[in-house]
């Protein structure tokens, strides 16, 4: 990708400056970063998404409480072909890619966006009835599987047998959150309930490795969950907070305190924390520091988070400065908004914790 394109790339580019400078009021300096950002044009393409195009514009500028009509008219526009599209595929047989439906790139951060909008409409509503739609079953092959199984790899490759995908950025746990979120204010739809409720079920499974595998479907047991990189991204810590989403959307508070207990236990174990290796929001210290606040946030007991995030912020701190990007997922803006610590603005919503 070009270094002109990705300067409307809300993970690497100037449009994740601007949405630290919004957090922090100064509006003078954001609206420097957002003319940098859109001087090369705006994707309303097939590559629009919550992180890139006019889809991400709309979500920084909303944090201004300002839009312009006409970048909510493009963005309705693109929710409808990618919706039109999703259809047409489910109409085919087919599997989904991850781009389908993911929060980064799909329908899942697409209806984060319509979801931060003042009041829910009926586009909503049908993007909602989309990710429903994921959790019934497919059959591949003789074999049922979960429509959100991708037949392709979480990068694109060749995937013998195919993977459903656990990560809040690209896979099934940020549905999940989505889906919760949006009950949490009063949004449904038919099933939605039953859909955070199978989602949630299959995590309990085989949310311990990033992806599943045929293989760990044809395994007598679910795979044990071996030390991974904990993240926002990938891995238990955003996987536990989609978890927390969804005991509160279902009002099941064994589920809520069974993904707190999760969460403490994954970020106080050595051989977790040694994997990761940077401070970035995707897979560092930022984006744990974020978790942790919006989890201690929905706790009826804070109080065990105090410590763990006091551990969490010395790490950001000895590790920000060696971030070499500027925008909010991958880089320095997105660290220093986690070390910051305030969301009067809701950025949060972008990373579906919030």
């Known amino acids: 990708m070009t270094a002109a394109a990705r300067t409307q790339d809300l993970s690497e580019g100037p449009l994740g400056a601007a949405l630290l400078h919004i957090e922090r009021g100064d509006l ?3 609206h420097q970063h957002l003319v940098q950002a859109v001087a090369c044009g705006v994707s309303a393409g097939s590559n629009a998404s919550l992180f890139h195009g006019a889809p991400a514009v709309e979500f920084v500028l909303s944090r201004t409480g300002r839009v312009r009509p ?4 493009t963005v309705d526009r693109i929710v409808d072909a990618r919706l039109a599209a999703a259809r047409e595929r489910q109409n085919r047989g087919e599997l989904p890619h991850l781009a389908e439906f993911d929060l980064v790139r799909g329908l899942a951060g697409l209806g984060a966006l319509l979801l931060t909008r003042e009041a829910a409409s009926r586009r909503s509503e049908d993007v909602l009835a989309y990710l429903v739609s994921l959790t ?5 092959d003789g074999r ?4 959100w199984w991708s037949a392709a790899g979480p990068g694109g490759e060749e995937m013998p047998g195919g993977h459903g995908n656990n990560g809040m950025a690209h896979g099934i746990a940020g549905v999940l959150a989505v889906l919760s979120l949006a009950a949490a204010q009063g949004v449904l739809v038919p099933g939605q309930h039953e859909a955070i409720e199978a989602i949630a079920t299959w995590l309990n499974t085989y949310g311990g490795s ?3 595998t045929r293989a760990h ?14 993240s926002w991204c990938y891995g238990l ?12 959307a279902l009002a099941d508070p064994r589920r809520r305190l069974a993904a707190e207990d999760t969460f403490v236990r994954t970020l106080s174990a050595p051989p977790h924390l040694a994997r990761v290796t940077d401070a970035s929001l995707c897979h560092g210290w930022a984006g744990l520091v974020t978790l942790t606040r919006a989890v ?12 763990l995030l006091d551990d969490l912020l010395q790490r950001l701190t000895a590790e920000l400065e060696r971030l070499t990007v500027p925008g909010l997922v991958e880089g320095r803006a997105g660290a220093q908004l986690a070390l910051d610590g305030t969301d009067t603005t809701g950025w949060t919503k972008a990373l579906l914790i919030t």
Do not use: H
């Open 144 to 147: 049922q599987l979960p429509g």
């Open 70 to 73: 006409d970048v909510r008219a």
């Open 136 to 140: 019934r079953q497919v059959r591949v």
């Open 28 to 30: 003078s300096v954001a």
């Open 237 to 248: 810590p955003g996987i536990a907070r989609a978890q927390q989403l969804a005991g509160l």
């Open 210 to 212: 990033y992806w599943t």
């Open 217 to 230: 479907l044809d395994a007598a047991e679910p795979p044990p969950a071996a030390p991974a990189r904990p």
């Open 296 to 307: 201690a946030a929905d706790s009826p007991t804070p109080e065990r988070f105090t410590r």
